[in-house]
């Protein structure tokens, strides 16, 4: 029997430690912005759903061009120069309250984000052995998957115990910590001298990795909800105590089903992750609609986290996998730049039926169209198969 590559090599698990500080700092903040916005700045819940949306806005704007400028000025430089921004940026909500303040930086924020994850995410897959990319990446998307629930973990904890400031200076800590890690990455392959910036469709989008990518774009709308709203949602209900409890719940599942969800994925094919993913997430969705109780919230939290923590990373996979490894970082790009937008369409979008229908209804919705792209997905693989045993007969 031939002996497996290993997935967890020194250059993985750093970029690994470097993705997670990213995701620290974005799920603590989003987790906790919108309180500091309600409580401390006296604005919306609108206005908290707008900090996620413009942050995300400029993520998207620039995320179709990250695939070149990794491509042009190599991916471990541009992961550095982007930590460096990153870090300062994150330092400057210690000294910004202006809300109009607040909302150029988040913007400014966003922009760098999209660089390091574009950057960590085309590397890590650079990383990952070829045959066994599902595992791998599945494994690298535990980084994400942690920071879900360390991220707001830290952030409430210190909000609710300390104060804002105190959690900014944290959160500048955190980053400087995984900068560090990237710099044990080894050197990027030698670039073509024939490379330059200029821009052409192909440098935007990657076209095999579209289809993947819009599917991806909808559960992260539907995701929005529990991403933006949470911590409003339960502070409402008068379970704020618990939303620590429900990222560790969340995070524990996801990262308990991670090894057998990416071996089923090799072995097996996508299809026997994605579908039973949409419906976990959905029933999740549904439970945080009609939750009244503390136990409710939680057990809410463990089916959103095995659905979640399915699609995402099996999502991921099928993008880089649907091109070749020279275009891995454009079909990273691709995939985020979408994921993002749906994000981002999804915080405002539900933020309003949030304040005009009620927390209930927003979640409730949100149900729904898990649902309308379950039933899309389940036709569009069989339309797919039959035209594909046509083929064949013919």
Request: hydrophobic share 55%.
């Amino acid at each position: 029997m031939p002996k497996k590559e290993p997935i967890w090599t020194k250059a993985f698990l750093s970029i690994f430690c470097t993705n997670f500080s990213v995701f620290i700092v974005f799920y603590g903040l989003v987790s906790a912005l919108p309180l500091f916005v309600t409580g401390e700045l006296n604005r919306t819940d609108e206005d908290a759903g707008l900090l996620m949306t413009i942050y995300l806005l400029s993520a998207i704007l620039v995320r179709p061009f990250s695939g070149k400028i990794l491509d042009v000025f190599g991916k471990r430089k541009m992961l550095w120069i982007s930590l460096i921004f990153y870090l300062l940026c994150t330092s400057l909500y210690y000294f910004i309250e202006p809300f109009a303040g607040l909302l150029v930086l988040r913007f400014v924020h966003g922009i760098w984000f999209s660089i390091a994850t574009t950057a960590s995410g085309s590397l890590a897959a650079d990383f990952v052995p070829m045959k066994r990319r599902g595992a791998g990446l599945g494994y690298y998307t535990m980084s994400t998957n942690l920071a879900v629930v360390v991220g707001p973990m830290i952030a409430l904890s210190i909000v609710q115990s300390f104060s804002f400031d105190a959690l900014f200076l944290t959160m500048s800590v955190l980053v400087t910590v995984g900068a560090m890690f990237a710099l044990f990455l080894p050197a990027d392959r030698p670039l073509s001298n024939e490379k330059s910036f200029t821009i052409k469709l192909g440098d935007l989008f990657e076209k095999n990795a579209l289809p993947v990518s819009l599917l991806a774009s909808l559960i992260s709308f539907a995701y929005a909800s529990v991403l933006s709203y949470l911590s409003i949602f339960a502070q409402q209900k008068g379970v704020l105590a618990f939303a620590s409890t429900f990222f560790l719940v969340f995070a524990a599942v996801m990262l308990l089903t991670r090894p057998f969800t990416g071996r089923i994925f090799d072995e097996k094919g996508p299809n026997f992750i994605i579908i039973p993913g949409m419906f976990l997430f959905m029933i999740g969705l549904l439970l945080l609609a009609v939750m009244n109780s503390a136990w409710l919230f939680l057990v809410a939290a463990a089916f959103i986290g095995l659905g979640y923590g399915a699609l995402v990373p099996s999502l991921q996979t099928l993008a880089v996998q649907s091109t070749s490894h020279e275009r891995s970082g454009y079909a990273t790009a691709t995939f985020f730049t979408l994921f993002d937008t749906g994000l981002a369409i999804g915080s405002y979008v539900l933020g309003l039926i949030a304040v005009y229908a009620g927390y209930q209804r927003m979640y409730f919705m949100s149900a729904v169209i898990l649902f309308a792209v379950g039933i899309f997905y389940v036709l569009y693989k069989r339309r797919a198969h039959q035209q594909e045993q046509d083929i064949v007969e013919n």
